[in-house]
């Protein structure tokens, strides 16, 4: 099983960026999709979240409105556009299929 995320990177606040999360060998026909992130010092946290069919998504109360989750079964990927990025944007993300598996994460640095 692997989670491979991509699309990190550096940006000034106000950019945008969009990560993407590309799986392989989960065991399930069918899986939701989580990101979460992890700043320096700081406990992870939920951000997003996207069932299989893609026809709910649920967000952190912080990035309502600014990110945006999908995904594309077909390709087995699922996106994270984040829009209106701020400094305390800034960790590292990471995709989750549940119960277990773990992408190895993106880092994501938003400048003021």
């Known amino acids: 099983v692997q989670l491979q995320a991509s699309g ?3 940006v000034q606040a106000g950019g945008s960026l969009r990560l993407s999360c590309v799986a392989s060998g989960i065991p399930s026909d069918s ?3 989580g990101w979460f992130r992890q700043a320096p010092g700081k406990e992870r946290e939920f951000v997003a979240a996207v069932t299989w069919s893609g026809s ?5 109360e912080s990035v309502k409105g600014r990110f945006t989750i999908s995904r594309d079964n077909a390709k087995n990927t699922v996106y994270l556009q984040m829009k209106t990025l701020k400094p305390e944007d800034t960790a590292v993300y990471y995709c989750h299929a549940p119960p277990y598996y ?3 994460g993106t880092q ?5």
């Open 102 to 104: 773990w992408g190895q």
């Open 8 to 10: 990190g990177g550096s």
């Open 31 to 33: 899986y939701a999709v």
């Open 108 to 112: 994501v640095t938003v400048s003021s």
């Open 56 to 60: 709910k998504a649920y967000y952190a």
